[in-house]
């Protein structure tokens, strides 16, 4: 089984300042990853797949960039619609699909 | 636009069955593969079974595996979990959720829940 590792757990950020999000692999997913926002009491959105596509109607501040067993998500400015959980998955080497433990972003 | 809705949730004793439905509203499964998830409370969403479009490829979890049985029917827009010998650690909210090849779990329905308590 892939595990994936994402840091940090919880990221403050003040509004319209950049965040970035990591996930690790524990082996190679080559680009076979996706990203998921979540917010309270709602399933997760897809964001981006294939490392860096984003999703139809996912905004470009979001960008996803990585291969192998390094990936990180960007959100180049920060809205306030934007404070979720984020979750990453890689669909490379399955049964089982793995989601990372989250990073959760947060107001500063 | 596909929407997905699930339903069959409760609350049961442990040892009980329960059969999990989802329909889609607005479109159909079309050739997507079809998954089950689930999220306990707190917790990151857990991949819990597969069916491809031609149910040729079935998948499950190791935590299911034996005891969860994915199915579905095209003609009727329907995708089913039937879930045996329910544990408390199966206590989750169970979403269904449509992956195609190549790309992550691209629409989700709103989840049922499923509370296993003695």
């Known amino acids: 089984e892939i595990v994936m590792t994402q840091s940090p757990a919880t990221l403050s950020v003040s509004p319209g300042e950049r965040a970035t999000l990591s996930c690790r692999a524990s082996?190679?997913?080559?680009?076979?990853l996706a990203w998921y926002q979540q917010k309270v009491g709602q399933a997760p959105r897809l964001l981006i797949y294939?490392?860096?596509t984003r999703a139809t109607g996912i905004p470009a501040r979001f960008s996803g960039t990585g291969s192998g067993t390094e990936f990180t998500l960007t959100i180049s400015s920060l809205q306030s619609e934007d404070f979720a959980v984020y979750y990453c998955?890689?669909?490379?080497?399955?049964?089982?699909?793995?989601f990372g433990g989250g990073t959760t972003v947060e107001i500063k | 636009e596909v929407q997905l809705v699930e339903s069959g949730g409760g609350l049961v004793q442990p040892g009980s069955s329960l059969r999990l439905y989802c329909t889609t509203s607005g479109g159909t499964f079309g050739d997507s593969g079809m998954h089950w998830l689930r999220q306990a409370p707190g917790k990151g969403p857990e991949w819990v079974s597969g069916i491809s479009w031609n149910n040729v490829f079935i998948n499950y979890g190791d935590s299911v595996k034996g005891r969860f049985t994915v199915s579905r029917d095209n003609a009727k827009n329907s995708l089913y979990l039937q879930m045996d010998s329910l544990t408390t650690e199966d206590t989750a909210l169970y979403y269904c959720?449509?992956?195609?090849?190549?790309?992550?779990?691209?629409?989700w329905g709103r989840g049922t829940m499923v509370s296993v308590s003695p």
């Open positions: 294939g490392a860096s």
């Open positions: 959720a449509s992956r195609r090849e190549g790309q992550g779990f691209g629409i």
């Open positions: 082996q190679s997913v080559n680009r076979n």
């Open positions: 998955q890689q669909y490379d080497k399955w049964p089982p699909l793995t």
